[in-house]
Every structure is written in structure tokens, then in C-alpha cells.
């Protein structure tokens, strides 16, 4: 597994190779009451890469310290009412093989993020849910930032731009084709069976 763990500033970090799931980065996800909400990610972090977890923490904690100054009137929250970015698949999710020995957390934002494709050593643009989707495996860029939101506060994980550079299966279902689905109903010469 190719290790692009970058520290970038000390609220932003590249993260890689990591595995991406409900990926949402060509269109914003739609809000309960159908409006556009966010584009969005989720980051599944193999717990063996203690690199990207130290710069987790590390960029959680300067977010944290930056938070006390400008959202959280000058002092700490308690840890219990502190929100925070990552969490423990094999916690949260014990009968899921997807989130067994992951750290994830949800990356989002407002603006639609740069999405490319590595392959061959080139970098191309990902054009559709074909060359990036729930399941490749990547890198992305987040930024933590502070909030204090209708008394909820935490620290959140922003999305720059996400990079995918190879193919695993898909999660979520959808992966088969339509052929595959119905090439039984048509005969050799192309016509529907009766």
C-alpha cells in the first residue's frame, strides 16, 4: 500500500492510501427536504497507518486550539461535548467487514473539490462515478476547522480535493451492469427472447 501522508499546514493534511465510501464529489448530496447540501466523503483509514493518524490528531489538536480563540469563548470545552472528526469502525460498525480495522471520518464542503485519477504515473481528471467511486482507494486532502453551531461544538474535517489511484470493489451495491443483469433475455442475434 503506496503511503502519501503529507502534512500541509497545521489544520490541513493529505491522507493516503485510504479507501473512499458514499462518495458524493460530482454532484452535492440532496438534503432531506431536497435541496443541495454538501459534497461529500467518507475516509476509510487502514488503523495500520499510524502515520495518517498522528497527522489526524495533530491537525485535530491545532484546529482544537484555534477553536478556543475564535468559537469556543476562550476556554476548552469538556471532551464529552467536544465533537470529533474520527472514529472507530470496529467500534461503530462490529458487523461490517468494510469498516473492520478502519478509522473513518466524513470530509464535506460547499464547493466541488478537484477529483483526478492516477494511473501509469499521469494524472488525469476524473470524469465520472466510473473512474471515481464508493470503494476505489485514494488519497484526499482535508483541513480541520472549529465550530460552534446551535450549541454543538467539535471540530470538523473539510474537503480539498481527493485523488484515486486504484480500483478495489465497489460498496454499496450497483456494481453489476445492465447486460449482466439481463444478457439472458436476448438471443444471439440481438432480439428479446419470448
Known sequence: MANYNKSIT????????????????????KNED?????????LLIPKTDRQ??????????AAKQAGVSSKWNGKMPPASKLHLP??????EYPDDETYAGMWFMNAGTAQ???????????????????????GCWGAAVVNFFPYNTSGNMGVAAGLNNVIKTRD???LGGGGRTAEADFGDMVSEGGSFLD
Open 10 to 29: 497545521a489544520t490541513s493534511i493529505r491522507l493516503g492510501e485510504l479507501r473512499f465510501s458514499y462518495v458524493y464529489v460530482f454532484a452535492p448530496r
Open 34 to 42: 431536497g435541496s443541495d447540501g454538501k459534497y461529500s466523503v467518507q
Open 52 to 61: 495518517a493518524k498522528k497527522l489526524i490528531d495533530d491537525a485535530v489538536e
Open 86 to 91: 474520527l472514529r472507530d469502525g470496529d467500534e
Open 112 to 134: 466541488k473539490p478537484g477529483i483526478r485519477v492516477l494511473e501509469n504515473g499521469q494524472m488525469s481528471e476524473a470524469l465520472d462515478m466510473d473512474d471515481f467511486y464508493s
Open 168 to 170: 478495489d470493489e465497489r
